[in-house]
């Protein structure tokens, strides 16, 4: 019988999980024949939801005797089991399914409340909610669909992000298609990216020129020297500093919290990852070899008799290189834009966050948070292994061997 002349019939289980409860539920199906036209199950807690879409002949005589026997099945194996007619066209929304994931400590019954909320306004329909995080809910995953009108997916996140401000929360918004999970090149920035400090600060400070220093960091910030400008200005500062104190520097930099978990899952997964810096190459080497990461580009200060000289070896890494040097390395690897990530803090890491595939603002300044696809506001860099939907014990797993 064709699917169109068949009554649909949703059956839905629920119970204390045991083994053995798909196989008995599809064997009668089986044995009277029906059809069974998807199937789905989720286990929270030891507790089953089943659910089995089965297509029946709309005579009444067919189909008891197959509700019948289902309802005894299930009932010896203590689980409850509902039934309903539904509609025989599926409800297929034109639209685009994306993957919203919120992770953070204020993720309770009130913040999962809060994003529901803005998801109903958008009329997204959830298909999927899993949790991604251990034993607390540190992290959720929910897949949807969106009714395709143009700018929805991007003002739904602006929503989110708004509606989650004050919440603890962070919360991405990404196209969910293959490419999601299969990213294959991670680049970071460094300074206050993958370490926890600015490289230039410390040695100002060890050089005695800290004020001197932050005066034109601040006259960068306020748009009043170029990158180049003020990068140069500062390096001249750092005449004469002794380049021993520099490499004792390197050899001790802090590294972010979930930096290394995050690139040994990576490097496991088959991912490249690389370092692009507009800092100090001293600084970035170092990191290379102590994090094995692939690459490692950064600018190199000039020295001279066991001194700086006050100047920066051409070409600089602006802005710009930075985005062009991902696009190099992607290009060297042959891996597609689209597969790599890139994530910073600062504004001259915006380029290179709109080239990536997946461009993170990582507890950054408000500037960058609102024109990065995405943005963490807390806790460590391993938390981008959510976004990539890996589960606490797939991490876990690749962490342990
Ligand atoms: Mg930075």
Known sequence: MPDSHLERVLV??????????????????AEKGARLLDIEQVVVQGQLT???LVGLGSARAASEPVLKDLLFTAKRMGLDLDFAVVPGERDERAGQRYAVTAIGDGLDANGVHVIADVLARYHANIEQIRQLSGERLGSVEILLGLPAEVGAASALRRDLIRATAD???????????????????????MDSTLIRIEVIDELARMHGVVDRVSEITRRAMAGELDFEESLRERVALLRGLKVEKVHALAADLPVTEGAREMLTVLRKLGFKTGVISGGFTFAAYALKERLGLDYAYANELVEDAGVLTGEVKQPVVSPQRKAD?????????GIALEQTIAIGDGANDLAMLERAGLGIAFHAKPRLREQADTALRAGGLDRILYLLGLHAHDIADLLAD
Do not use: H
């Open 12 to 29: 839905t289980v629920t119970g204390p999980d045991t083994s053995g409860i798909t196989a008995a539920l599809t064997g009668v199906l």
């Open 50 to 52: 089943l659910c089995l």
């Open 167 to 189: 919440l603890d929360i962070d919360v991405a918004v990404q196209r969910e298609r293959l490419t999601r999970r299969a990213k294959r090149l991670v680049i970071m920035d």
């Open 325 to 333: 040097l991902l696009d190099a390395i992607a290009q060297r690897e």
